[in-house]
């Protein structure tokens, strides 16, 4: 049976490496989701979970924009995600990202910035979707 193979990769570490059996991930344009056998594509991540199906239950792993790149194979299917940054819920301090939440919020309504939105939108995933 044709299987994902699946990398997550930051510029500071591999995060996560393993088979799956569904992808799905959230692109600039929408939702994605990537089975064995998928055609060729690369696409642009929001920052949002990507969520690893695996036979044995779901894997999460957190990332902040990036790309998303499938390569079909004989055997398998590769499937990379080169994130800007990327971790795993259970590595997430929940508190300092609610705090970062708070901090940034107020922020915000003090600044119209496109740098501190990102960073928001970053620090509300970490907070909602963290479990460490």
């Known amino acids: 049976m044709a299987t994902l193979e699946v990398h997550v990769v930051s510029p500071e570490r591999e995060v996560y490496s393993g088979e799956a059996d569904m ?8 939702d994605v989701g990537i089975l ?9 991540l929001a920052v949002a979970p990507v969520r690893i199906i695996q036979p ?14 499938v390569t079909p194979g004989e055997e398998s299917t590769r499937v990379e995600v080169l994130a800007e940054r990327a971790d795993l819920p259970e590595e997430v301090d929940v508190a300092a990202a609610k705090a970062r939440v708070e901090e940034l919020r107020r922020r915000a ?23 460490g």
């Open 109 to 131: 309504d003090l600044e119209e910035e496109a740098e501190l939105k990102a960073e928001l939108a970053r620090a509300l995933m970490l907070a909602e979707h963290g479990t």
């Open 56 to 69: 044995e239950g779901e894997r999460t792993v957190l990332v902040d924009g990036g790309f998303l790149h």
């Open 23 to 30: 992808v799905v991930a959230k692109g600039t344009d929408g």
């Open 36 to 44: 064995p056998s998928h055609a060729p594509m690369l696409i642009s």
